[in-house]
């Protein structure tokens, strides 16, 4: 068998094991969203805990809960044992992972949570395990095998695991209300966090980097506006200064076997009309998806009254760390 052979193979056996665990959700899966928003609600934390491989997806999916807006502690088991249950407040919910449910720190550890007032939620492949028993909510993520050929080393399940804890996140996050700009807050660095924070209105060229020319001048005063506002478009506007067409640096090249005479032509003749736009208010995410959806170079700005009041160029992006 070649490694690409054996490769496929664990991802149909990782496939097919999410296809499982999908098939088994049910209401326990609102009855954990809705017990971890009422944590929440109640200014509560949420206790993420698992040993080993299970402790390693436990950390990454706290930290996906945390940087949606939902609080979530790491609280190691063993070290819970000698003192760190001090974490552990009265209403505090607590999200187990163990795919046996059956491990002797778990064992040790539940009488101890017990005497506080949590909620445990299970994430185990072992609803019937000592675990799934003595917790109020069970997410069922068991799988018919592992993708290690001798059915023993943790990789589907962990993938189900990450994967539940990803769509606990994400229904967790929607029903709160989170938002967009809420993300940008908790991600203030990076080009997702900037494009989230930014808007267009502050990343846009204006006044003499922003070409306008009217519809009525000749291609070749458009381009002498392009010229030197150093940008490969023209906004084209009516006499009341209102958006009509935009003509670009492409319009020109397709445009220049059909008209001998281009240079002389009126813009509103040879102009792109109805083009994309964007208003000052806009996120610059808003603005990054429409280049990576429509293939353009430029996006105009306008204000209420369709004026062109500005030009994003994506040749500014990647300066700005946007791209």
């Not at 609280?75 to 552990?88: R, S, T």
């Not at 299970?122 to 095998?145: C, F, I, K, M, Y």
């Not at 808007?199 to 006044?207: A, L, N, T």
Request: hydrophobic share 45%; with cysteine.
């Amino acid at each position: 068998m070649s490694h690409a052979t054996l490769a496929r193979r664990v991802f149909d056996i990782e496939t097919a094991a999410l296809r499982a665990v999908r098939g088994a959700l049910d209401d326990a899966f609102d009855r954990a969203v809705d017990l971890v928003c009422a944590t929440l609600a109640a200014r509560r934390k949420l206790l993420v805990l698992g040993i080993g491989k299970s402790g390693n997806i436990g950390r990454k999916i706290a930290a996906t809960l945390t940087s949606t807006g939902s609080t979530a502690v790491v609280l190691d088991p063993v070290d819970a044992l000698h003192g760190d249950l001090g974490l552990v407040q009265d209403g505090d919910a607590v999200l187990a992972l163990s795919y046996s449910g059956e491990s002797s720190e778990w064992n040790d550890l539940l009488p101890a949570l017990k005497r506080f007032s949590v909620h445990i939620i299970a994430l185990t492949g072992n609803p019937r395990s000592t675990l799934g028993r003595h917790s109020e909510v069970v997410l069922d993520v068991r799988v018919p095998r592992e993708a290690c050929p001798f059915n023993l080393a943790p990789t589907a399940s962990t993938t189900a695991a990450l994967v539940m804890g990803d769509a606990l996140a994400v229904a967790v996050m929607t029903a709160r209300g989170f938002k967009k700009q809420d993300f940008a807050k908790r991600h203030p660095a990076g080009a997702i966090g900037r494009a989230l924070l930014y808007k267009v209105g502050d990343i846009m060229r204006r006044d003499q980097r922003n070409a306008v020319a009217r519809q009525d001048q000749t291609v070749q005063d458009g381009l002498l506006t392009m010229t030197r506002a150093r940008t490969g478009s023209v906004s084209v506007v009516d006499g009341r200064g209102r958006l009509v067409g935009v003509f670009t640096d492409g319009d020109l090249r397709r445009r220049l076997a059909a008209h001998e005479d281009i240079l002389q032509r009126p813009l509103k003749e040879v102009m792109t009309r109805e083009p994309i736009t964007l208003r000052e208010d806009a996120l610059a995410v808003d603005a990054l998806r429409i280049f990576n959806e429509r293939n353009i170079d430029d996006l105009i700005v306008v204000d209420a009254r369709r004026r062109p009041v500005g030009l994003v160029d994506s040749q500014d992006l990647p300066k700005l760390k946007l791209m």
